[in-house]
Each structure stands twice: as structure tokens, then as C-alpha cells.
């Protein structure tokens, strides 16, 4: 079992920078893949970036590509977001997602988050 929990949301201005942090307890986070998605209200959650359980391997939506900063810190059980150049249209929650499968389909992974609020203000 892996329970996260997330941190770092907040509301900026157009063109600032957030950092969010997934904080992991249980023992198998370290060897698990983990991702970020995001949702707004009324759309399925969307793929943001993946992350492979050592850390070396990345993949990221194209809108968040060059952006957006996907990391993963086994030592201290957390995973991290680093978000620059935030745009309005990346307005949503943001949850962060634990499995087996190194995916960008939300439906694969099997432990979440509650999810932070994001908010970017033009």
C-alpha cells in the first residue's frame, strides 16, 4: 500500500513558478513509477508527466513540455513538480499517482492522492 499525500498549490499570476511535492508513506513507493495528472471541472483527468521509479526516465504532455519538471526523490519518499512559466490554462488539480506501470493513462496507476488546487491568474 502507498499513500500520498500533495502540497505546493497555490494561486499565482501568469508566468510565476509553483513546486509541488508528493510526500509518500509505505515501502513500495520507491519501486513504483509515479505521474502527475490534472483536472478541471467537468473534463477527465489529464496526463501531465511520468516519472519511472528510479528517476531516470521522464515523459510529459505537450503542453506541459519545457515547463514543467517531473522528479522523484525515493530517500525521502517524495515526488516533485517544479511548474515555470505557468500559464491560466494550466488551471486545475493537480494529483499525483503511484503504480506499477510507467503509463500516461490515468487508469493505470494504482494509488492517488487528494489532490492541490492550482491556480494561474492572467
Known amino acids: 500500500q502507498v499513500q500520498l499525500v500533495e502540497s505546493g498549490g497555490g494561486l499565482v499570476q501568469a508566468g510565476m513558478s509553483l513546486r509541488l511535492s508528493c510526500a509518500a508513506s509505505?515501502?513500495?513507493?520507491?519501486?513504483?513509477?509515479m505521474g502527475w495528472f490534472r483536472q478541471t471541472p467537468g473534463k477527465e483527468r489529464e496526463f501531465v508527466a511520468a516519472v519511472t521509479w528510479d528517476g531516470h526516465s521522464t515523459k510529459y504532455a505537450d503542453s506541459v513540455k519545457g515547463r514543467f519538471t517531473i522528479s522523484k526523490d525515493n530517500a525521502k519518499s517524495t515526488g516533485y513538480l517544479q511548474m515555470n512559466n505557468l500559464k491560466p490554462e494550466d488551471t486545475a488539480r493537480y494529483y499525483c499517482?503511484?503504480?506499477?506501470?510507467?503509463?500516461?493513462?490515468?487508469?493505470?496507476?494504482?494509488?492517488w492522492g487528494q489532490g492541490t488546487q492550482v491556480t494561474v491568474s492572467s
Open positions: 499517482a503511484s503504480g506499477v506501470r510507467y503509463n500516461t493513462n490515468y487508469t493505470q496507476y494504482n494509488y
Open positions: 509505505g515501502s513500495m513507493f520507491s519501486a513504483y513509477h
